[in-house]
């Protein structure tokens, strides 16, 4: 974008579910019509938000009807092909194995429009030039030589990236073995800017009749926030702005700030022309994930002192994979280096370069950020979590043989305990999950074990208990044992 230029967001009230069409209608006509962006003889891409197996009750998913109304928008362009494309951990990689719920293929038949599954390919590796996210990223195919891509997300917070409007709408468009590699990385905000700059989607329309606030993004929609709003636009930094001021979410986030810089969009709020309904208005607070986390777990404190979402999201995220397991003391994480804080009791863990003059309060890890493994081992160090099932496990892996060893990956009390060299190098590997707090992980697994070519009864074991009898982790290695045998032969 050229500095000085402004843009138009459409924000609109949503209050009758059923008033959908002409919301809409209105939002579509506050940017200038659907045939602005749509011609005959097109090829046009929608791509809904379809996180996990959500119900779109939910606030995480997005409405099949507004979908449904969109694409009688598009019709009227007479375009040669439309589409509605989204992968998830839940689709598998095939046509066959997605869209089975919802309504979805239902309503492509009845509007005469193709369903296609992302994680299904085919993919173009893409390497920019001075990138965020130091890796090639394979890009769907599809979307890179789509004449149009609209995108249609909804409105939340996210555990790893503050929010989830449009922007981040288009992770998706990397599969989901490289979605998982990067979220390992902790390159998230690095991919997102990426993938962007890569497509950027022509026009958004953003489901905000809920929209889910909280942990969200892809971990829990327990809060459907009510937001009753909708908002349209052809830039997605202004769309993202604008919907971040009516979630209430002020928080400096990296990837936005990134995605500005590089140009995408308006990233001036005042440039904004906001058509519609006054954002006043239409404001609705999200309870942001660090919130929740705090709700989750009584005996931790996250003080943060306005931290960019580097460190607020490594710790967030960090903190998340230990909500499951017993705490055994309190404990205080700080991240940024604003204002004063008051006495600080118990364990205290002071995160990145911003926050260095609290470093004396307790154990400091520099960096912007600093290294996730660094933030866990830290964390972990602080004795404040429960170990019990983790001590289990390292008594009976010196017990097993290599061929077993080097095929495990083994988890437990909240964190990976053993990957052997050849499940490093695999996609296939055997999995061996222990205690009740790995319950989120062991989901996760299944959800998308047909992505790396796992059968989740076969090859993989979860021994549930609090902690669970050592007997019983046994058997389920003797378990894996022998599906590895038959496996190899």
């Known amino acids: ?19 959908v069409e002409r919301v809409l209608a209105e939002c579509l006509a506050d940017v200038g019509g659907i045939e602005r962006f749509v011609h005959p003889g097109q090829t046009v891409v929608v791509k809904p938000n379809l996180t996990g197996d959500a119900a779109a009750s939910s606030g995480g998913t997005t409405h099949i009807e507004l979908v449904e109304a ?3 928008q598009v019709q009227h362009c007479h375009p040669s092909r439309i ?10 990689a095939t046509l066959e194995s997605a869209f089975l719920h919802g309504g979805w293929r239902e309503m492509a038949a009845r509007m005469g429009v193709e369903l296609y599954n992302l994680d299904g390919g085919p993919y173009l590796e893409v390497m920019l030039d001075h990138p965020h996210y130091p890796y090639p990223l394979p890009f769907s195919k599809l979307v890179l030589e789509a004449d149009v891509f609209i995108t249609v997300p909804c409105l939340k917070t996210h555990i790893s990236a503050d929010y989830t ?33 890569v497509r950027r989607p022509d026009l958004s329309v953003v489901d905000g009749w809920d929209g889910a606030e909280g942990v969200a993004g892809g971990i829990g929609f327990d809060h459907p926030a009510g937001a009753r709003v909708m908002l349209v636009g052809a830039d997605p930094v202004a769309v993202d702005l604008v919907s971040r001021e009516v979630m209430e979410q002020t928080a400096p986030t990296r990837y936005l700030r990134w995605a500005i810089e590089d140009g995408l969009g308006v990233g001036d709020l ?13 404001r609705r607070r999200f309870m942001s994930p660090t919130e929740e986390i705090s709700q989750a777990m009584p005996q931790l404190t996250l003080r943060d002192q306005r931290a960019c979402s580097g460190c607020r999201c490594l710790a967030t995220t960090a903190l998340w994979r230990f909500q499951s397991q017993r705490m ?10 604003r204002g004063e804080l008051p ?31 660094a933030v866990m081992s830290a964390l972990e160090n602080t004795k404040c979590f429960c170990h019990q099932c983790r001590e289990i496990v390292r008594v009976i892996l010196p017990d097993l043989p290599a061929g ?80 590895l045998a038959v496996a190899v032969h």
């Open 1 to 19: 974008m050229n500095e000085g230029q402004r843009t138009i967001v459409s924000l609109r009230h949503w209050l009758e579910y059923t008033d």
């Open 70 to 72: 969109l694409l009688r």
């Open 83 to 92: 589409v509605v494309a989204e992968g998830n951990g839940f689709f598998g």
């Open 165 to 197: 409007v449009a922007l981040k709408n288009s992770f998706c468009l990397t599969p989901q073995w490289k979605r998982s590699e990067i979220h390992s990385q902790y390159l998230l905000e690095e991919a997102l800017t990426d993938l962007v700059r």
């Open 270 to 282: 005042n440039a904004i022309e906001i058509c519609g309904a006054p954002l006043g208005e239409c």
């Open 328 to 337: 055994l003391h309190p404990l205080q994480v700080v991240v940024g280096g």
């Open 343 to 373: 006495h600080l009791d118990g364990q205290v863990v002071v995160l990145g370069d911003c926050a260095k003059p609290f470093a004396a309060l307790g154990t400091y890890l520099e960096g912007c950020p600093p290294k996730a493994e």
């Open 404 to 483: 077993l060893l080097a095929h495990l990956q083994v988890a437990a009390s909240g964190a990976q305990v053993h990957v052997g060299d050849q499940a490093r190098r695999d996609r296939w590997r055997l999995i061996l999950l222990v205690g009740n707090c790995m319950q989120h992980y062991a989901q996760v697994n299944a959800e998308r074990a047909a992505l790396f070519g796992l059968d989740p009864e076969r090859d993989m074991a979860w021994v549930q208990g609090c902690p669970p009898e050592e007997a019983a982790v046994r058997e389920a290695v003797q378990r894996l044992e022998a599906r």
